[in-house]
């Protein structure tokens, strides 16, 4: 679960806009579980468990219009993104193996917002940085993970793992 898929070319849709915004490179939120550490008196031995889901951070790096530069500068306001763009896998000696259609929908808050260097007759990139509030991931058209914090939603190929998680503590 903690793949870091980094996309290039991909095109955004801000707030339910009909106009991609282009973005030469996305890191897409990687989902790392927080733990609590488990030791039974009567046991020789402890375990982790998890209990939840870290704080998740999307990044995105290209040249923008003024709408989503000013949109990302409203850190107040939670923005609907949906990301489509191709995963393409290559090796070495045979080079291009697959290419994956994937599309990242996400609630985000804008948190920060970095222009690149001004240089002559070249448009700036810029960067940004958002924490996200809910992140869905589908990989030709299978949902890899369904995540809402503010709903406690946590979905993993469409198991229901917080369902999963209090069975274990409750047993």
Request: charged residues 20%.
């Amino acid at each position: 679960m903690a793949n870091v898929f980094k996309l290039h070319s991909a095109n955004i849709y801000l707030n339910g806009s009909n106009m991609p915004h282009v973005a030469s490179e996305i890191t897409l939120p990687s989902v790392k579980h927080k733990t609590t550490t488990h030791a039974p008196t009567a046991l020789k031995f402890s375990f982790n468990i998890p209990i939840g889901v870290e704080p998740m951070e999307l990044k995105i790096k290209g040249d923008f219009d003024p709408s989503f530069v000013a949109a990302s500068l409203n850190t107040a306001h939670v923005h609907s993104l949906q990301v489509y763009s191709d995963l393409v896998e290559y090796d070495d000696a045979q080079g291009r193996l697959s290419e994956k259609q994937v599309v990242a929908y996400m609630q985000v808050m804008f948190t920060e917002t970095t222009p690149g260097a001004v240089k002559n007759g070249e448009a700036v990139e810029m960067d940004f940085t958002a924490s996200v509030l809910s992140y869905k991931l589908e990989v030709e058209g299978v949902t890899l993970f369904d995540l809402t914090g503010l709903s406690n939603k946590h979905e993993v190929l469409g198991m229901n793992l917080n369902a999963t998680n209090n069975n274990i503590i409750a047993r």
